[in-house]
């Protein structure tokens, strides 16, 4: 008789599980779509970061190629 009762709780708690698997999964689906919008936004700021850091490394290294040059007081001319 132990065994019956050990089976059918066995039973009644993959039917609960199975049950709470099921109401969950529209949560979980929302979550998801949440999670995915999330991290494609969060892509998106790092793309647009790289780009004006890239514009700025390049722009600084053309700045510093291009600047006039001093005359040294003490070179005759």
Do not use: C, Y
Request: proline residues 3%; charged residues 10%.
């Amino acid at each position: 008789m132990r065994e019956f009762w050990v089976g059918l709780l066995v039973l009644i708690m993959m039917g609960v599980l199975s049950v709470a698997g099921v109401l969950l999964l529209p949560v979980l689906l929302v979550m998801g779509i949440f999670l995915r919008i999330i991290i494609g936004i969060l892509i998106l700021i790092a793309a647009i970061w790289m780009v004006g850091k890239v514009t700025l490394l390049l722009l600084g290294s053309s700045k510093k190629n291009h600047a006039p040059k001093e005359i040294d007081q003490n070179q005759s001319l």
